[in-house]
């Protein structure tokens, strides 16, 4: 196999079982795998992951690769947190995730959300002096949630307060996010 840019790179994608946004999940794990890295997207439960559109049609399903329970976030060297209004809101209200979260953000590894993405990073307390940016109705969120501050950009990558954080703000920013994450991984 022909050396890739990301060989050796291991991701660990965290959602929910129903709601998160399609793309925001399938495009970088497509495009992070073809550049080599081994992508492992752990959800709540076994289950299928039913992925939307648009936070409303149904997408693709998608089998998890692990649990939140069995999952070992020292197994790998960057957080995914797709969006989906739903996927999001669920994720932030699960201590098992919020854990994976807390133990991404301590160790310093880095950290890649988009749109609705940054509400699990805002209730692990982990927003604290960066810059991001996220879908336009988080802002509020996040401001009170101590950030430095947010801004309207297709991706942001903030290296303040300890871990690279890397955000978007929804789907049409999937390019710019996804190659965001590629030199994060690589610096990692």
């Known amino acids: 196999m022909a050396d890739k840019p990301l060989n050796g ?8 079982n129903y709601g998160v946004e399609q793309d925001e999940l399938l495009v970088p794990l497509k495009r992070l ?18 992925t939307l559109v648009g936070d409303k049609d149904p997408g693709e399903t998608v089998r998890p690769d692990a649990t939140f329970e069995v999952v070992d976030p020292g197994d790998h060297q960057l957080l995914l947190l797709p969006g989906g209004t739903l996927n999001a809101d669920q994720l932030r209200l699960d201590d098992k995730a919020l854990a994976i979260v807390k133990a991404f953000v301590s160790s310093g590894r880095p950290v890649a959300a988009i749109c609705h993405g940054p509400w699990a990073l805002v209730e692990a307390d982990a927003v604290k002096g960066k810059t991001l940016t996220s879908y336009a109705s988080l802002r509020t969120d996040i401001r009170n949630a101590g950030a430095a501050s947010w801004v309207d950009k297709p991706v942001v990558s903030d290296t303040e307060g300890g871990y690279t954080l890397v955000t978007s703000r929804t789907p049409k920013d999937l390019d710019a996010f996804v190659d965001a994450i590629n030199k994060a991984l690589v610096g990692s």
Request: proline share 4%; aromatic share 0%.
């Open 9 to 16: 790179h291991r991701v660990l994608a965290l959602v929910t």
């Open 33 to 50: 795998r073809e550049d080599g890295a081994d992508v492992t997207v752990a959800a709540a439960t076994a289950d299928p992951i039913q």
